[in-house]
């Protein structure tokens, strides 16, 4: 064997070599595309949770898909800090705040957010409680 054929050779090697290791396994973007993404990882401060870093991630991921502009189920429409404390919504009581019983309601049917969405876990539901009982602030 020729000096040519081996330098080419040694090439030829290394570079199935690289291929190998560096060919990337295709993943999807989301594993299940049919739900939505599980939203805003846990509160630097759940008796203190922020609007921004918190709360309003939870209704944009959960609610804001059927309480909307154009469909807007009952008129509660979940977009915003102006939205989200617009209707039935008392700062400083979640007894008294609409959005709050639709959450806890003991009926599985009328539970919001409506199946076959996927449900707020209870951490979720305890931070949207702790932000409406101090009183709702826009932080
Ligand atoms: C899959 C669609 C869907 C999702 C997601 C959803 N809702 Fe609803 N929501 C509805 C519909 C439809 C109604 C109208 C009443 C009914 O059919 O029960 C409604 C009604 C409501 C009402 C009024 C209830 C009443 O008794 O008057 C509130 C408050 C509410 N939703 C809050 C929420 C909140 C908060 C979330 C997110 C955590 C959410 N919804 C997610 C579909 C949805």
Do not use: V
Not at 5 to 14: R, S
Not at 42 to 63: H, Q, R
Not at 125 to 137: E, H, Q, V
């Amino acid at each position: 064997m020729n000096r040519k054929i081996m330098t080419g050779l040694a090439f030829l090697t290394l570079a199935l070599a690289l291929g190998c290791t560096h060919s990337p396994s295709p993943q999807p973007a989301n594993p299940d595309p049919g739900q939505p993404p599980a939203g805003p990882g846990p509160a630097a401060d759940p008796e203190n949770p922020s609007f921004k870093t918190d709360i309003l991630p939870i209704f944009l991921t959960y609610c804001s898909g059927c309480h909307n502009q154009t469909t807007n189920n009952e008129g509660f429409i979940f977009i915003s800090y102006e939205t989200i404390t617009a209707k039935k919504f008392t700062p400083g009581n979640p007894g008294d705040t609409k959005l709050y019983d639709a959450i806890t309601d003991d009926d599985e049917e009328d539970r919001m957010p409506k199946t076959p969405n996927p449900r707020l876990s209870p951490e979720r539901i305890t931070l949207i409680r702790n932000w409406i009982r101090n009183g709702a602030p826009n932080n």
